[in-house]
């Protein structure tokens, strides 16, 4: 991601993004890029929302989280 992009437009855009990648059940890239997400935008108004989609995804990825929206559905 470019240093220059810190529009809220730019922050939506990386959060959809990571949300994408959760939905396409990609959840390691998620991660990646929630925590690329916090490292360019630290005072980010979306922080909370991203570090809690963060934890929800490294949940499904440990095998924790059944409610966890990348954990398959029975």
Known sequence: MASSSE???AESSVL???QSLVEANLPE?????FAEFAKQ??????RAEVELAAARVVQSILGMGAESPAAPKA
């Not at 890239?29 to 890029?33: D, P, S, V």
Request: proline letters at 12%.
């Open 7 to 9: 529009t809220p437009l």
């Open 16 to 18: 959809l993004a990571a």
């Open 41 to 46: 935008f630290p005072d980010s108004a979306l």
């Open 29 to 33: 890239r998620a991660a990646e890029l």
